[in-house]
């Protein structure tokens, strides 16, 4: 048989945890208008990825692959290439060619972005992604691209007087 203590101990928690509801009850309840106006996230909120710029208008990314390593879900996929004397898509050596992310399989854990030694993936605050198609899940580099910054021209091509020319390298 319980003792009298336990019972009015129980009995107790019991009241402190009604009182908490009640006080609720009164509380002014904050309800989103969603539809009709945007959201609004905190700063740390993870939602859809960006493919962040430098303000050259040049991608951040450099096809280092750590991103895709990083990711649990296996759902990052990377073809790099090189950049040219002619036209440079990234500050590296190399750029992400094709830069595909898999939202069917993403869990927005955060770990490609913290991965990430330039800061060129981050998440954004995009959160309308429901689909019935799958395929229209698979996210392309094309759609995860932050814009150019104003005054940057992309893709950055290098003058002719900074190329050298057929005749120039024969001699």
Same mark, same amino acid.
């Given at each position: ?44 909120? !993870?939602?859809?990825? %960006?493919?962040?710029? #430098?303000? *050259?208008?040049?991608?951040? &990314?450099?096809? @280092? ?28 050596? !190399?750029?992400?060619? %094709?830069?595909?992310? #898999?939202? *069917?399989?993403?869990?927005? &854990?955060?770990? @490609? ?59």
């Amino acid at each position: 048989m319980p003792k009298i203590t336990e019972v009015l101990g129980s009995a107790a928690a019991i009241a402190k945890g009604m009182g908490v509801t009640f006080r609720e009850m009164f509380n002014q309840t904050i309800t989103e208008v969603y539809p009709d106006a945007p959201p609004n996230f905190q700063e740390r909120y !993870r939602g859809v990825h %960006v493919l962040q710029r #430098d303000e *050259n208008g040049l991608e951040k &990314c450099v096809a @280092c692959f750590l991103c895709a390593a990083a990711c649990p879900a296996d759902c990052i996929y990377i073809e790099a290439a090189e950049n040219t004397e002619l036209v440079r898509i990234s500050g590296g050596e !190399r750029y992400a060619k %094709v830069y595909n992310i #898999d939202y *069917n399989r993403c869990i927005f &854990c955060g770990y @490609c972005v913290e991965a990430c030694p330039t800061d060129a993936i981050t998440h954004g605050h995009g959160f309308e992604i429901a689909s019935y198609n799958t395929a229209s899940l698979i996210y392309r580099k094309e759609q995860m691209l932050a814009p150019i910054p104003e005054g940057a021209k992309f893709p950055l091509k290098a003058s002719e007087e900074h190329v050298p020319s057929e005749q120039n390298a024969a001699h």
